[in-house]
């Protein structure tokens, strides 16, 4: 997996035409945590874009998704997290997600389901 995120997020600065930081890789990274996958499909479903994301999950073609749609995915707070936490502009790091969010997903979900979320720790 680790692999698999280091070539994403090369394909990312060069999509960019720049150098990104670890930051970059761990937000993709933090993207892909069942929880995360979780909220995103749920988002989507609520945003009209469930069958889409649903695409990127199951087996066969991954439909693209437009930056607008991965804003609605993945709502602004995240978006915001995001652009604070790369540095980016929120209009670099929109396209980027899109661009890679889809493939991403399909390669973590190689079976065509998510992931289990890992069990609560008890306090």
Same mark, same amino acid.
């Given at each position: ?5 280091? #070539? @994403?997020?090369? *394909? $990312?600065? %060069?999509?960019? =035409? ?29 945003? #009209? @874009?469930?069958? *889409? $994301?649903? %695409?990127?999950? =199951? ?65």
């Amino acid at each position: 997996m680790a692999d698999f995120l280091s #070539g @994403l997020v090369g *394909k $990312v600065e %060069s999509a960019l =035409g720049g150098s990104l930081s670890g930051v970059m890789q761990q937000q993709l990274q933090n993207l892909l945590q069942p929880e995360t996958l979780q909220n995103i499909l749920a988002k989507a479903d609520q945003a #009209g @874009l469930g069958d *889409k $994301v649903r %695409s990127w999950i =199951g087996h066969g073609e991954n439909l693209p998704a437009t930056p607008d749609e991965i804003r609605d995915i993945l709502g602004s707070s995240t978006v915001h997290d995001l652009v604070a936490r790369t540095g980016l502009p929120a209009d670099a790091v929109l396209t980027a997600v899109a661009h890679f969010l889809p493939t991403a997903v399909d390669k973590t979900t190689p079976q065509g389901t998510l992931p289990e979320q890992a069990p609560a720790k008890e306090t």
